[in-house]
């Protein structure tokens, strides 16, 4: 059996999994975040397809 827990954020995606024996792996990916003014920003909607 294995929890895995995961956080979608603005500046990234963390996932955190832990395995009966409390064992844990975690792994995070960040993205850019474009901020082409000021109080503006933007993501590209395919961030996890190399967007």
Do not use: F, H
């Not at 294995?2 to 963390?14: M, P, V």
């Not at 409390?22 to 961030?47: F, T």
């Amino acid at each position: 059996m294995y929890l895995i827990g995961c956080d979608i954020g603005t500046q990234g995606t963390k996932s955190v999994m832990v395995n009966e024996r409390g064992e844990v792996q975690r792994s995070q990916r960040e993205y850019d975040v474009i901020k082409p003014g000021l109080n503006w920003a933007e993501q590209w909607p395919d961030v996890g397809q190399g967007g």
